[in-house]
């Protein structure tokens, strides 16, 4: 007995040591080196370096000048282009089952949240937040909906191979006029119809510590009911006393114009759209808050990435139907049915419309920009036109096509939206999360040049693409058999 006494304190002991042991020796360290290394703040540094330990980047300069520590693994990217991870604040993730071509909410499990993270994983992006997401809520009436806590605990996880994420919580609209397509969605944000229902809702709200609070303007062409001036105002009122900010799909330049005089931070889609035209009114009102520091980031997703890709519709296809990138994600069925046969139905007038609303909707996206807003990623993903994590490539060529250089675009899905979803990542920069896509080309030359991706490292370890892409092929044809 006494034998078993000094053997079990003795373990004990060691297991009180171990962790110590442990914590005490060095993290392994690994130089990169050779790369031209857009850091994400504008910034190029050719033949550069950097060392990432403790899945942090340490120091980032120029070959033979940065010091990695004694033991050091290297990496040789010579040739190479590295950039940081994309940010996307605007993604419905969750309810879609890829393999299957369908939506419901019993799909919302962290099986799939996760299979879904990991698809922008593979694609190079490194965060998203998601918008409209699955969360148990007061509905307003003294009882609460049986959805569950699932977005609220997965952002606290990190998930070795898929991006961080983030919850903007359920959205809030007029009751039946918030996210519509599949009616797997329509009645996941608050439904709100009085102002004190909106203030209620917002203290519930908010007891999500939410991102943000996602709200839906949009009478969707007169078909439906929306939110009016006294209601968002009141939604505003009482979130800023809450400090939480607020983020809205709207469409009409008069409820734009109230929204920035109340001081609404995000706009997911482009804030005046659908026919409507910015005027000088709007531009000094964002003018005014910029010089007054009066809530002055102001931001928005375009999401013109469906209205961009559609330009290019008609007897033409697009090569970007053909990329590696795509369709080692994608069933070549899938992509034929979302995209390739719609596009070559495209009537001649069909294409020229298509070419008229993006010139307009980007025309107002880069005025607000010129006026103190800024552009950021966000690909209103989670449907099923909806490219997962694809998209977010297709964003950067369509912020392109509106006027904006590939730096441009490139600082917005990056350093700005990192510092909008407060995620430390979004630059090669010492101190930051070494969150970074190898490339094989320079998308400085040419923003199409983000999807050619080498290798992409979350959290200084390299996502395993090959066996995602694998495993998703095989849902595919698993799928297609049945």
Do not use: C
């Not at 996602?214 to 078909?223: H, L, N, T, Y």
């Not at 469409?251 to 995000?266: H, I, T, W, Y």
């Not at 482009?270 to 005027?279: E, S």
């Not at 990056?414 to 094989?440: E, H, P, W, Y």
């Amino acid at each position: 007995m006494v034998s078993f006494r000094l053997a079990f304190a003795a373990l004990l002991v060691e297991a009180a040591v171990a962790p110590n042991l442990a914590h005490s020796q060095p993290a392994r360290a690994t130089l990169y080196e050779g790369a031209r290394i857009i850091t994400g703040d504008g910034g190029i540094i050719e033949n550069g370096a950097f060392v990432v330990e403790n899945n942090l980047i340490a120091r980032v300069g120029r070959r033979g000048e940065v010091a990695a520590p004694a033991g050091a693994a290297r990496v040789d990217l010579t040739g190479k282009t590295v950039m940081p991870a994309l940010v996307d604040l605007h993604g419905h993730l969750g309810f879609q089952n890829l393999a299957e071509g369908n939506m419901s909410k019993e799909m919302f499990t962290r099986e799939n949240l996760i299979d879904h993270l990991q698809r922008f994983a593979y694609n190079g992006v490194g965060a998203v937040v998601g918008v409209g997401d699955l969360i148990a809520r007061s509905d307003l009436k003294g009882g609460r909906t049986p959805w569950g806590d699932l977005p609220l605990r997965m952002r606290n996880e990190t998930v070795p191979g898929a991006a961080q994420y983030k919850t903007a919580g359920p959205g809030m609209a007029w009751p039946g006029s918030g996210a519509q397509g599949n009616p797997s969605r329509m009645d996941v944000s608050y439904g709100v119809s009085t102002p004190d229902e909106a203030r209620a809702a917002v203290r519930d709200y908010a007891a999500m510590k939410p991102m943000f609070i996602k709200i839906w303007v949009d009478d969707r062409e007169g078909a439906k009911k929306t939110l009016t001036p006294a209601l968002y105002g009141a939604i505003l009122d009482e979130a800023h006393k809450l400090n939480v900010p607020v983020a809205v799909h709207n469409v009409k330049l008069m409820d734009a114009k109230a929204m920035f005089l109340r001081g609404m931070e995000g706009w997911l889609h482009v804030p005046v759209r659908a026919g409507d035209d910015i005027d000088n009114d709007i531009i000094n009102i964002v003018k005014d808050r910029v010089a007054k520091n009066d809530r002055p980031v102001m931001w928005m997703t375009p999401s013109l990435i469906t209205a961009w890709m559609n330009t290019q519709g008609g007897l033409q296809r697009p090569s970007w139907l053909e990329d590696p990138l795509l369709t080692s994600t994608y069933s070549r069925s899938d992509i034929e049915r979302f995209w390739g046969v719609p596009l070559r139905e495209m009537t001649p007038a069909q294409v020229v419309r298509a070419k008229a609303v993006f010139a307009e909707d980007a025309h107002n996206a880069v005025l607000l920009r010129a006026a103190g807003m800024k552009i950021v990623g966000g690909t209103d993903t989670g449907q099923s036109r909806h490219l997962m994590g694809f998209f977010n490539h297709m964003d950067l060529e369509s912020q392109v096509a509106m006027g904006m250089t590939p730096m441009e675009a490139i600082i917005g899905a990056t350093r700005d939206g990192a510092a909008i979803g407060k995620f430390n990542s979004g630059m090669v920069a010492a101190g930051r999360q070494a969150d970074f896509i190898v490339l094989d080309a320079n998308p400085i030359d040419y923003i199409g040049n983000t999807r050619r991706i080498n290798k992409v490292y979350l959290r200084g370890t390299e996502v395993p693409r090959g066996e995602f892409a694998r495993r998703w092929q095989t849902k595919f044809k698993t799928a297609a058999a049945r």
